[in-house]
């Protein structure tokens, strides 16, 4: 192989890392997006959880109380 060849090879091989990275780039884009449409989802759901969580520890005091007074 000539140095001329060589030189071309190590063309071509930069030449589709290049295009490797970029593609990379997007793809890493893409999943920042899904990252953070994730991280609202959970956001929402463990709102909503201490929520319910809040809701059934009222209920749990009013029983007690109830069942205190009948006793």
Not at 2 to 24: F, G, K, N, P, W
Not at 60 to 69: F, P
Request: proline residues 0%.
């Amino acid at each position: 192989m000539t140095v001329d060849e060589r030189i071309e090879a190590l063309t071509q091989s930069l030449e589709l890392l290049t295009h490797d990275v970029h593609d990379m780039q997007h793809v890493v884009h893409d999943m920042q997006h899904v990252m953070r449409d994730m991280q609202g989802f959970i956001r929402e759901v463990a709102e909503g959880t201490a929520r319910l969580l809040h809701v059934a520890q009222v209920h749990e005091q009013r029983i007690g109380k109830l069942e205190g007074q009948t006793d």
